[in-house]
């Protein structure tokens, strides 16, 4: 596998894209090398700034659920939570333009499911929703919004330390391939043969079912937007309980769809196995099964392999059958547990293992993806099959 070659410094079209949200909380400065690489990706970019405008655009004034005071309250809790005080200083601050959020039973709730998913989200069981409904009034479109806004800060915030980290790096090159390459792997003897269901320590790469917690949309009386919005998600998505849950929020839904698919499905960079492995390690640090099944099985479905995948399974930090894989979980877990400790060691760490700059950051924004897909499947549904 050929390492990708650095970003080169400038956009695409010569042009220098504006500051968008997160080049503010990542710190990165108009016509750096750090900012003219984040814009390589532009879809990425503008899936990122879309969600952003929905949850706290002007439009988000007019919309039900939490209000634009609750959003930015919720926001810089995260930020301050997970130790960023560039983030948490700069949602503050549009907290601070804001009537204050009064202290009570609403406030509590919604701070108090934020900070579940937040902290600990395989912890946060069915339980968890019933004070939005009943200490906080909220209806069940407004706790879907509620969750997919917490989702989406867990995604942003560890893009944006991704990004503080990748500034703070430098400009740089994937090392050369060593001279002396690591002896072949040998595929355990122990091991099932790769498309076969793997089981260990509570995870496999079975096809699992889901199954909300809240009542789903109805397809026969779903509206135009909701049905536009389930067709374009997934062939199956008027069957599936996930799909069917955040058709509840449709526009949400759909710009969702666009930053999973931006990050996932990005040509060049990684390759698309690599991204697999990446969303299967972030969800075994989550704890989140049915994630890791999914992911697990589309890295098998394009490696044809299954050892990496077991040693993930048994143990997220000693997992990687070569230096390139070891680099690329190692990263990804890193970044999952501790974002205001991810720093330009990681990105060096990757360099060394041989990634280009392009395949760092498509390693990186598909973990900080998974901090969003996990969240909503461990809070508003569980798992069967296991």
Same mark, same amino acid.
């Given at each position: 596998?050929?390492?990708?070659?650095?970003?080169?410094?400038?956009?695409?079209?010569?042009?220098?894209? @504006?500051?968008?949200?997160?080049?503010?909380?990542?710190?990165?400065?108009?016509? %750096? #090398?750090?900012?003219?690489?984040?814009?390589?990706?532009?879809?990425?970019?503008?899936?990122?700034?879309?969600?952003?405008?929905?949850?706290?655009?002007?439009?988000?004034?007019?919309?039900?659920?939490?209000?634009?005071?609750?959003?930015?309250?919720?926001?810089?809790? %995260?930020?301050?939570?997970?130790?960023?005080?560039?983030?948490?200083?700069?949602?503050?601050?549009?907290?601070?333009?804001?009537? #204050?959020?009064?202290?009570?039973?609403?406030?509590?709730?919604?701070?108090?499911?934020?900070? @579940?998913?937040?902290?600990?989200? @395989?912890?946060?069981?069915?339980?968890? /929703?019933?004070? &939005?409904?009943?200490?906080?009034? =909220?209806?069940?479109?407004?706790?879907? =919004?509620?969750?997919?806004?917490?989702?989406?800060?867990?995604?942003?915030?560890?893009?944006?330390?991704?990004?503080?980290? =990748?500034?703070?790096?430098?400009?740089? !090159?994937?090392?050369?391939?060593?001279?002396? #390459?690591?002896?072949?792997?040998?595929?355990?003897?122990?091991?099932?043969?790769?498309?076969?269901?793997?089981?260990? +320590?509570?995870?496999?790469?079975?096809?699992?079912?889901?199954?909300?917690?809240?009542? $789903? $949309?109805?397809?026969?009386?779903?509206?135009?937007?909701?049905?536009?919005?389930?067709?374009? %998600?997934?062939?199956?998505?008027?069957?599936?309980?996930?799909?069917?849950?955040?058709?509840?929020?449709?526009? $949400?839904?759909?710009?969702? %769809?666009?930053?999973? +698919?931006?990050?996932?499905?990005?040509?060049?960079?990684?390759?698309?196995?690599? !991204?697999? &492995?990446?969303?299967?390690?972030?969800?075994?640090? +989550? !704890?989140? $099964?049915?994630?890791?099944?999914?992911?697990?099985?589309?890295?098998?479905?394009?490696?044809?392999?299954?050892?990496?995948?077991?040693? =993930?399974?048994?143990?997220?930090?000693?997992?990687?059958?070569?230096?390139?894989?070891?680099?690329?979980?190692?990263?990804?877990?890193? /970044?999952? !547990?501790?974002?205001?400790?991810?720093?330009?060691?990681?990105?060096?760490?990757?360099?060394?293992?041989?990634?280009?700059?392009?395949?760092?950051?498509?390693?990186?924004?598909?973990? @900080?993806?998974?901090?969003?897909?996990?969240? /909503?499947?461990?809070? &508003?549904?569980? #798992?069967?099959?296991?």
């Amino acid at each position: 596998m050929t390492a990708a070659s650095s970003i080169p410094s400038g956009a695409a079209d010569g042009a220098t894209p @504006a500051l968008d949200t997160l080049d503010q909380l990542a710190g990165l400065a108009a016509g %750096s #090398p750090a900012h003219a690489a984040r814009h390589q990706r532009a879809k990425v970019a503008a899936a990122t700034e879309a969600c952003q405008q929905l949850f706290f655009g002007p439009g988000a004034a007019a919309g039900s659920g939490p209000t634009p005071a609750e959003r930015l309250l919720v926001a810089s809790d %995260s930020a301050e939570r997970l130790g960023l005080p560039r983030a948490a200083a700069h949602n503050l601050a549009l907290y601070a333009a804001q009537e #204050p959020v009064a202290e009570g039973p609403r406030r509590s709730a919604i701070l108090g499911f934020a900070r @579940a998913l937040a902290d600990a989200p @395989a912890r946060a069981d069915r339980s968890a /929703l019933a004070p &939005l409904q009943d200490a906080a009034g =909220l209806t069940v479109p407004d706790a879907v =919004l509620l969750a997919q806004l917490i989702g989406y800060l867990a995604c942003q915030l560890r893009t944006a330390a991704a990004w503080q980290a =990748l500034g703070a790096a430098g400009p740089g !090159r994937a090392a050369p391939a060593a001279a002396e #390459p690591e002896a072949p792997f040998v595929h355990p003897a122990h091991l099932p043969p790769p498309g076969q269901v793997l089981e260990r +320590n509570g995870f496999t790469n079975a096809t699992l079912g889901w199954t909300a917690w809240l009542p $789903v $949309v109805d397809p026969a009386t779903a509206t135009p937007e909701q049905l536009a919005v389930l067709d374009a %998600s997934h062939p199956k998505a008027r069957t599936s309980d996930f799909y069917l849950l955040l058709a509840h929020q449709p526009a $949400v839904l759909a710009q969702r %769809s666009q930053a999973f +698919n931006a990050i996932m499905y990005a040509p060049g960079g990684l390759p698309r196995a690599e !991204r697999a &492995l990446v969303g299967t390690a972030v969800s075994v640090v +989550n !704890r989140c $099964v049915f994630c890791a099944a999914v992911h697990a099985q589309r890295y098998e479905q394009l490696t044809g392999r299954n050892a990496v995948i077991a040693q =993930l399974f048994d143990d997220v930090d000693t997992a990687g059958t070569d230096a390139r894989e070891r680099a690329i979980v190692q990263a990804a877990a890193a /970044l999952t !547990r501790a974002p205001s400790a991810f720093g330009a060691d990681a990105i060096h760490a990757l360099r060394h293992a041989g990634l280009g700059d392009l395949e760092a950051l498509d390693a990186l924004h598909a973990a @900080a993806l998974f901090a969003w897909a996990n969240r /909503l499947i461990l809070n &508003l549904g569980e #798992p069967h099959g296991v």
